[in-house]
T-cell receptor, first 111, second 110 residues
């Protein structure tokens, strides 16, 4: 238990569906992150939020839309995804960028 | 982009053997973390090293940060099947950014 929770743990969706991933951290951290992990590829940073403000968008397609209503919650809204978007999506948080604490991830499959 | 290269990419050893994993970069980092990840789970933080030349020990695991704070190594003594997993290094600088390595997949055979 790292103090970072993610729901759902598994998600299967069609290319026309709209779904959302949720992340919550109970560590009092100020920064939250979304990473994508595909098979045989390094972790890819998608978005960074610091005190609810987006500070990094790593050229992510607009079919991924993040939302950070407060420092403890982070969402990733998904719509019209492609099969190549199937991956493990990881949320992480940190305090002032010291160390990243990860959630268990959401395994996403796009059919 | 501050790239960290890990070597080897894959490692399969017998229980009881020793091994070393390397994490190299041309960039300087203020700190470096090591994580272990099991299939279908998120990475779990093992250690953070901050000072150039620093050595930290965690039971059978020894972590070293290079003098110039550009590279690091992880040495495991007498590996056990429970050590199996994906080992990731990550460099951190100011600005809440983490730069992850390419990963080393370790399999320890009983």
């Amino acid at each position: 238990e790292t103090g970072v929770t993610q729901t759902p743990r598994h998600l299967v969706m069609g290319m026309t569906n709209k779904k959302s991933l949720k992340c919550e951290q109970h560590l009092g951290h100020n920064a939250m992150y979304w990473y994508k992990q595909s098979a045989k590829k390094p972790l890819e940073l998608m978005f960074v939020y610091n005190f609810k403000e987006q500070t990094e968008n790593n050229s992510v397609p607009s079919r991924f839309s993040p939302e950070c209503p407060n420092s403890s919650h982070l969402f990733l809204h998904l719509h019209t995804l492609q099969p190549e978007d199937s991956a493990l999506y990881l949320c992480a948080s940190s305090f002032e960028g010291d160390e990243a604490f990860f959630g268990p991830g959401t395994r996403l499959t796009v059919l | 982009t501050q790239l960290l290269e890990q070597s080897p990419q894959f490692l399969s050893i017998q229980e009881g053997e020793n091994l070393t994993v390397y994490c190299n970069s041309s960039s300087v980092f203020s700190s470096l973390q090591w994580y272990r990840q099991e299939p279908g789970e998120g990475p779990v933080l093992l250690v953070t090293v901050v000072t150039g030349g620093e050595v930290k020990k965690l039971k059978r695991l020894t972590f070293q940060f290079g003098d110039a704070r550009k590279d690091s190594s992880l040495h495991i003594t007498a590996a056990q099947p429970g050590d199996t997993g994906l080992y990731l290094c990550a460099g951190a600088n100011t600005g809440n950014q983490f730069y992850f390595g390419t990963g080393t997949s370790l399999t320890v055979i009983p």
